[in-house]
């Protein structure tokens, strides 16, 4: 039946100016949308298509499926008697006249022969006539032109092939349409029918303007007139898609293309419903759900779709089939289309990287960028498309109908898709490129504006705490970009398509926070704890500001570590289970989810720079002194002059030993347990060389190596942090653990070494981390000297290698060398007036003794006093500053804080783990692993590049390394009065 457009002045049924999308139905709960397949080719021979129901319907008595099989016809050898809206009445033909004309309304003798469809056949370059000039039925069809010179009920078909009865709609015998019937798009229609005063325009509200598209004055009204009075199947399908091409938006009136949509709509109530779904009326295409309140989230988040998705096993199953209805622009059914290719995707991929969209799991994302002078070429006219999901089921495969969300749609001039959930109107059927509806004069000139749906998303939303796979309905979210025509061979347009996988977050947010709040309750114990250690070290009974600052500098190394665990554990966590799952239980965050993690890596990083920052400024900042135990071995003496006057002096000991030992100290002050360009190495060649990273891909294969013409996701940022941390954490375990068993063992112990060294060259070594805390390495050689030659050097070792000499222990009979000392106030008073000269030595120049002749000479006393009283101390020289030696308990090791106050003496604690590393990068290395860890997961989050972030993490170590060293070496030098330029 052909449609055309009128203009509507009124509504005799009196619609108000507010409309409702649907009359409200007595379906308060939400219903499970699921149609059975049909296609046009399912249909039996007495069967036709129903385009508006989408299943087959059975034709009447002496009826037949047409050749299209969207209709019915008569059998051959019968007539078409009367035609009743949608229905047909046939009758056999006599036997005197057995063919049926070619309109199907009669029966008549044929010249010649008759067709397979009994109708006559005339020789090649004639035509049938089978009507006199008045349009009578002739007894025998003639073989001529058709003949139109005089009115008659027939009338020159479109083609002007041959001549064929006026349009069912005609009234009477006429095929003039007389007043008070109108004509309009080649049909004749009764008085009071539909108002002729319709909306032709099409809002762009992106470009704020409205066309008269020529599309609409031609067809809207005939399309909606024809649905309303004879049900026209595509005339009810024509005007649906015009509201579709009006982005399903309904305004103030009542006749739009949606506003009459609606009308109709409301009209056929009475009616039954097509496919038992409510919201889809008899003959009407189904463009939108109901508009009850929070309708959204009872269809996307009641009831699952009946079938589940496994990634593994024998119920493999990731397979996603969407199958689409496919319309034309004048509402006529062209084919079921499988959804794939370039159906909805725009941008011009390959096959195999389209195809892994449709893999369940695979996170999907394609851009790009159109040349509008290649839409309007390739897309002369826009398609319809209603797309559902296939359930399966062999025989009686099953469909899903497909939610659709219209970003564009407005409702009164408000975006109500663009709110909350609760606001939203879900529809069903959408387009890809409308290059038709803006145009403006005739429909063959070039249009003014374009629509192109710049966005397709399909949304997945697991079922929570599914153990089978299951899903919600998905939702398809359609974005639509108005452009207005300027230079088409120079403008262009973004499109995307993407499809996505959620599952609700709240319990894995609400786990993430509990375990931060727990953790992060425990970190402030910690510090406190650290803190009172801290107050007795420093022997401070007051709580100051300095206290505070010191409690928020241990807390947040404290917290950087909890962050740190519970970001690398959820990284873990998702890492696993998300790839190592059979049917699917857990899906990713999406990227927007993400953000709080990352926030929560950045507050880790940002802590752990402190507390390394921190720990830092103690190394280069900690008391050091070499105590020299060498003593003269002869009572040979040298003549000094003192004063002008000679006098009298021991042979002094050589400086060298303690310069040897400085030395060696300077360079252990970096050594590590790991080696960081073994790491970062190591990292890499996991990472790029080995594919690990593939593991961080947003799909769910765990496979490393991926073929460059297959699709590949974007990466995931939590699977991507827990990748790289995990790896970098069990390289750096491991190499600690290779140092600590083997090299230590089997290759060398420098920290011991140092030890050693220390005993050899009768050094001594106190260092003094806190004012009343610190470290003491006891050097004193059991041999008395060890500025010797040698061959006594030789023997000596000799010796202790036999046993033959006593123990280098500071205590009798005993070889524990290092302890940690704790100080009484009186004895570190003693110290600092016997360093005051030293740390005055590089202060400003108004600060020194003016009356010191010999700046040098003042430090080289102050530096043998020092000497003296600590060799004194160590000796039991002082009863006023004594000390004792014990062991620490367990407790106290493991809570890092002493429970004994020294008041009236020192307390060494045997220490034989050599603790005094502490105040070395050896000592630090969980800080270190962990802030190199921090430092390059940042980097690489924030570039998405290993390689880079491995630079730069290298460049790091190597700056803080030198900072370290320069820092370390100034401070060995203003502490000990060791030259610089012996330290290499």
Not at 712 to 732: Q, V
Not at 789 to 811: D, F, H, P, V
Request: glycine fraction near 6%.
């Amino acid at each position: 039946m052909a449609t055309g457009t009128l203009r509507f002045v009124g509504n005799r049924f009196g619609v108000p100016l507010t409309l409702f999308l649907f009359i409200f139905t007595d379906l308060l709960d939400c219903q499970q949308f699921i149609i059975p397949f049909k296609a046009p080719s399912d249909c039996a021979a007495e069967e036709f298509f129903d385009i508006s129901s989408l299943s087959c319907v059975r034709c009447g008595p002496n009826q037949r499926r047409s050749t299209t099989g969207l209709s019915c016809v008569c059998k051959t050898g019968y007539q078409t008697l009367t035609t009743d809206k949608t229905s047909i009445t046939c009758q056999q033909c006599p036997t005197d006249k057995p063919a049926v004309t070619k309109d199907g309304f009669g029966c008549i003798r044929c010249p010649g022969s008759l067709t397979d469809e009994g109708m006559c056949q005339c020789p090649p370059d004639n035509v049938v006539v089978e009507r006199d000039v008045s349009g009578n039925l002739l007894d025998e069809a003639r073989c001529e032109t058709c003949n139109g010179s005089s009115p008659a009920l027939s009338v020159p078909n479109s083609s002007g092939d041959r001549c064929e009865r006026c349009q069912a709609s005609f009234i009477d015998t006429s095929c003039v349409c007389k007043s008070p019937p109108f004509q309009k798009g080649g049909l004749c229609f009764p008085p009071g029918s539909l108002s002729p005063n319709v909306n032709p325009s099409v809002n762009y509200a992106q470009l704020k303007f409205s066309i008269q598209s020529a599309w609409f004055v031609k067809n809207l009204y005939s399309s909606s007139a024809a649905c309303l009075v004879f049900s026209n199947l595509t005339a009810c399908q024509a005007l649906g898609n015009m509201c579709v091409m009006n982005m399903h938006s309904f305004s103030g009136v009542s006749s739009d293309a949606c506003g009459l949509f609606n009308t109709i709509f409301r009209s056929k109530a009475a009616l039954s419903s097509t496919q038992d779904i409510s919201y889809w009326r008899v003959n009407l295409p189904w463009l939108y759900y109901g508009d009850e309140p929070g309708l959204a989230s009872r269809v996307l988040q009641t009831d699952p779709v009946p079938i589940g998705f496994s990634f593994r096993g024998r119920k493999k199953n990731t397979d996603i089939k969407l199958l689409a209805a496919v319309y034309n622009i004048r509402g006529e059914f062209l084919r079921w289309e499988q959804v794939g290719g370039r159906n909805l995707q725009l941008c011009p991929e390959t096959t195999t990287k389209q195809a892994a969209a449709f893999s369940f799991g695979t996170a999907y994302h394609e851009s790009c960028d159109l040349s509008v002078a290649d839409l309007l070429r390739t897309h002369p006219e826009p398609l319809f498309y209603d797309v559902f999901m296939d359930l399966g089921g062999g025989e009686n495969r099953k469909l899903l109908p497909l939610p659709t969300l219209v970003y564009n749609q407005q409702y009164n001039g408000r975006f109500i898709n663009q709110e909350s959930m609760k606001n939203w109107y879900l529809s069903r059927r959408m387009l890809l490129v409308d290059t038709l509806s803006g145009r403006e004069k005739s429909t063959s000139s070039p249009p003014k504006v374009i629509r192109v749906a710049s966005s397709i998303k399909i949304k997945f939303q697991l079922v929570p705490r599914t153990q089978e796979g299951q899903v919600f309905p998905p939702l398809m979210t359609v974005k639509y970009r108005d452009i207005a025509i300027m230079d088409a061979n120079t403008q262009t347009v973004s499109a995307t398509f993407s499809v996505e996988y959620e599952m609700d977050q709240n319990e894995a947010r609400m786990k993430t926070d509990t375990a931060l709040g727990v953790m992060g309750g425990l970190a402030v114990l910690y510090s406190l704890l650290k803190t009172v250690s801290w107050k007795r070290r420093i022997a401070s009974p007051l709580i100051d500001l300095e206290t505070m600052l010191k409690f928020l500098l241990f807390y947040a190394g404290d917290l950087a570590n909890v962050f740190f665990a519970v970001t690398v554990g959820t990284g873990l966590y998702w890492l696993i289970f998300y790839k190592a799952q059979q049917f699917v239980s857990v899906m990713l965050p999406l990227p927007a989810q993400e953000e709080q993690f990352v926030t929560y890596i950045g507050c880790a990083f940002a802590l752990k720079a402190v507390q390394f920052l921190h720990k830092l400024f103690l190394q280069v900042s900690v008391d050091v002194f070499l105590i020299d135990w060498e003593r003269p071995r002869s009572k040979s003496s040298r003549t000094v002059h003192v004063a002008g006057e000679p006098k009298r002096d021991p042979s002094p000991v050589s400086i060298w030993r303690t310069y040897f030992v400085a030395n060696e100290w300077n360079e252990i002050q970096t050594i590590r347990k790991i080696s960081p360009t073994f790491q970062i190495m190591a990292v890499l060649f996991f990472l790029e060389v080995l594919e690990f990273s593939s593991l961080a891909l947003r799909d769910p294969w765990a496979t490393l190596q991926r073929s460059s013409q297959a699709y590949t996701p974007s990466y995931s940022l939590i699977l991507r942090y827990g990748l790289a941390a995990s790896l970098w954490l069990c390289i750096g375990l491991l190499q600690m653990i290779f140092f600590t068993v083997f090299h230590e063992h089997f290759v060398e112990d420098k920290i011991r070494q140092f030890v050693d060294l220390c005993s050899i060259s009768n050094i001594s070594v106190l260092l003094l981390s806190h004012r009343c805390f610190g470290y003491y390495i006891h050097g004193r050689s059991v041999h008395g000297h060890a500025d010797t030659n040698m061959e006594e050097m030789n023997n000596n070792l000799k010796r202790e290698a036999e046993s033959l000499c006593g123990q280098r222990g500071l205590l009798p009979n005993t070889d524990i060398q290092t302890f940690q000392v704790s100080l009484t106030s009186r004895l570190r008073l003693q110290y600092d007036r016997i360093r005051e000269p030293l740390s005055r030595r590089n202060g400003p120049s108004r600060l020194m003794d003016a009356c010191s002749a010999n700046q040098f000479e003042q430090n080289t006393r102050a530096y043998h006093a020092m000497n003296h009283f600590l060799g004194s101390i160590i000796d039991h020289a002082h009863p006023d500053m004594d000390y004792i030696v014990k062991d620490k308990l367990m407790f106290e090791r493991v809570i890092g804080m002493e429970f004994l106050e020294p008041s009236d003496k020192s307390i060494f604690y045997n220490d034989e783990a050599h603790s005094f590393s502490d105040v070395l990068y050896y000592g630090n290395e969980a800080t270190l692993l962990i802030f190199d860890t921090l430092f390059f997961c940042v980097v690489d989050l924030g570039s998405q590049s290993f390689v880079l972030a491995a630079v730069l993490t290298y460049v790091q170590q190597m700056i803080f390394r030198l900072i370290r060293n320069t820092l370390g070496r100034k401070n060995l030098v203003n502490k000990t009065l060791v030259d610089e330029r012996f330290l290499i």
